[in-house]
């Protein structure tokens, strides 16, 4: 029941990438899950043409990418939808058609990395509803429903209960903080299992 994953995957499959984790390397470990896109990777200047290569390293290397996408801000116009497309089908673009099914997206807003609290669950809902939309549009109905919705962002053991009881799309968390306390992640998976 416990499988491992990286925090970060080189975009070439394999080569003498010094400091950079191949997939191949990736997969000799037992890795079955690599994180890509997330917003501090982007931060430090990953582009959305680096995290495609990314995924399809990934999914050539039969390991999970897990698409990281974000906005910085949540504006009333409704213009971060662009940008959450935009990562999105971005993200997906290499990656062929039979292999879309491997991938998780994480919907992972900027501004709730590290926060006290997460969005509101309806914000996360609607914007779990637009992704999921947008896969459809994109990979068809029968790939984007086995497309797995994660959702991270100041995820904390009082904060999943109501996400969990409200937002019906959403597969699982991407845990950063709490997931570093062996205490803080006890809790956090006991609030899960109710």
């Given amino acids: 029941r416990l499988h491992y994953g990286i925090q970060n995957i080189h975009t070439e499959i394999e080569g003498p990438y010094t400091g950079e984790i191949s997939a191949t390397q990736a997969k000799d470990a037992g890795v079955k899950f690599a994180l890509v896109g997330h ?9 959305d043409d680096v995290v495609a290569q990314k995924a399809f390293s990934a ?9 990281c996408i974000g906005e910085s801000v949540h504006d009333a116009g409704g213009q971060y939808l662009q940008i ?17 099914t491997r991938i998780l997206i994480a919907y992972e807003p900027v501004y709730a990395i590290g926060a006290s609290q997460p969005p509101a669950p309806h914000d996360i809902h609607q914007n779990l509803l637009f992704i999921k939309q947008t896969l459809i549009k994109e990979c068809g109905a029968s790939v984007a429903r086995k497309i797995r919705l994660l959702y991270g962002g100041a995820v904390t053991a009082e904060t999943v209960g109501e996400m969990i009881a409200t937002i019906p ?8 903080r709490a997931s570093a306390d062996p205490l ?8 899960m299992s109710v």
Avoid: T
């Fill in 39 to 47: 917003a501090e990777r982007r931060a430090m200047g990953e582009s």
């Fill in 59 to 67: 999914v050539m290397s039969n390991i999970s990418p897990i698409i």
């Fill in 84 to 100: 959450l497309s935009a990562q999105l089908l971005s993200a997906i673009s290499k990656v062929p058609q039979q292999a879309r």
């Fill in 169 to 176: 799309e959403l597969d699982g968390f991407l845990v950063g």
């Fill in 184 to 191: 803080k992640l006890k809790e956090l998976m006991k609030a």
